[in-house]
């Protein structure tokens, strides 16, 4: 396989983990999850099956609970010994990814009926994490002999680790679920939904944190391979804004539930964040300020988005070899106590603009700017200075 091919497979199974991501977040149906889980694996490494199989602790298997690809009577019937004997057992047993590329030349196990009826050859197992114990294995399976890699191993593993989570998020709304019932004769049921909502809020945002900042790992690590200029560009640009979202998350889990968060103290985060992702250039200064604002976590995840992509358009275009000057701030608007104004600015060499030209990112500037009931405006003859003027909320 060619580096371009590898890139794209590699950049088409991470948007596949991030994409599955956000569905299990949002499902509350965990036999949903699983079975999405299983197509998605299935598909995203071009094999023809895909089962879930959950540990029974009393019976000592692994029952098939979800799947995809498999005849009618597999799933939720078949089950396999959670011992050694089986390449799904062994996985359990060794908490280690299990692979099997020819299971035709492995005399090793004992195999359930179904695997010969359905001309499996090939399998990978990996374990699926619980909360006090593991909660069971995830299976591909192909009729043809294959190669796995690395690549395939970590694909799968974020899977697993995204239905570990959701596993957990399960058995958690089930216990509270079950306290609800047990609370409702000492307080309001209005009560109840409010605390519920609150805990659930609190493990979303853990959730979703984790799951960024896995899928961020994953990138850095492709990254590290990729030798080609443009592929390293593409990598780069998605990682950036899996960043900044995951700074979004890190700056929530310092702060109560709630709609709104302190802009100032996640700006100067970010800031720091897009200086280590450029390598900190010795002859390229940033400065960040801000003053106190308490915005609503959409109008910061915009405007994180906007600073992410305007620093790094400074990075990547704005200075010859001899470097420059970066600035980013926040203020209240002088002439209007309802608004405030960002300004990223930068001293380097400047562009045309162009009217309607997307070049530098002007069209997506100008929609989250828009998204939040702002405008965007651009100088750029000496130096490049964006100015995003935006609305403050209202007090109720």
């Given amino acids: 396989m060619d580096n371009s091919s590898e890139i794209k497979r590699l950049l088409r199974q ?29 598909q995203g490494l071009a094999v023809p099956f895909c089962k879930i199989c959950k540990y029974r602790p009393e019976e000592n298997d692994l029952l098939i609970v979800a799947g995809f690809g498999w005849q009618d009577g597999v799933i939720g019937k078949v089950i396999s010994r959670a011992d050694l004997s089986s390449p799904q057992g062994r996985a359990f047993m060794t908490g280690e990814p299990s692979i099997c590329n020819d299971l035709r030349s492995d005399s090793q196990f004992i195999l359930p009926p179904f695997y010969a009826k359905h001309g499996i050859v090939s399998t990978i197992d990996i374990l699926i994490k619980g909360n006090s114990k593991p909660y069971g294995v995830l ?5 043809t ?34 306290a609800i019932e047990q609370m409702k004769i000492l307080v309001t049921e209005k ?18 944190r984790n799951n960024l900042q896995l899928i961020y790992g994953m990138l850095t690590r492709v990254l590290e391979r990729t030798k080609d200029e443009p592929g390293r ?14 700074q979004v998350y890190d700056h929530l889990l310092g702060v ?9 103290g996640y700006l ?80 380097g060499r400047g562009f045309e603009v162009q009217p309607g030209s997307k070049r530098y990112g002007l069209g997506l500037i100008r929609r989250l700017a828009e998204q939040i009931r702002g405008r965007a405006t651009v100088a750029a003859d000496k130096g490049t200075v964006w100015t995003i003027h935006f609305p403050l909320p209202q007090p109720a």
């Fill in 14 to 42: 991470q948007a596949a983990i991030a994409k599955f991501g956000s569905y299990a977040l949002g499902q509350s149906d965990l036999h949903k999850v699983l079975t999405e889980a299983a197509r998605v694996c299935a």
């Fill in 139 to 143: 299976e591909i399976d192909s009729d």
């Fill in 145 to 178: 002999p294959q190669k796995y890699d690395e690549q395939d191993i970590i694909f799968l593993t974020g899977f697993a680790n995204v239905l570990a989570e959701a596993v957990v998020t399960s058995d958690r709304s089930a216990a509270l679920e079950a």
């Fill in 191 to 208: 009560e109840n939904l409010l605390s519920q909502k609150k805990v659930l809020g609190e493990e979303l945002q853990h959730r979703v």
């Fill in 233 to 246: 560009r593409d990598i780069k640009a998605i990682a950036r804004r899996v960043s900044t979202l995951a």
């Fill in 256 to 264: 109560d539930i709630a709609r709104t968060t302190d802009f100032g």
């Fill in 268 to 347: 100067l985060s970010l800031c720091r964040s897009l200086e280590e992702i450029q390598g900190g250039p010795s002859n390229v200064k940033m400065t960040c300020s801000s003053e106190l604002l308490t915005l609503d976590i959409d109008v910061v995840t915009a405007l994180g988005i906007i600073v992410a992509e305007l620093v790094t358009n400074s990075y990547d275009h704005a200075f010859q070899k001899l470097g420059g000057k970066i600035d980013v701030s926040v203020r209240r608007d002088p002439d209007d106590a309802n608004a405030a104004v960002l300004t990223i600015s930068d001293d």
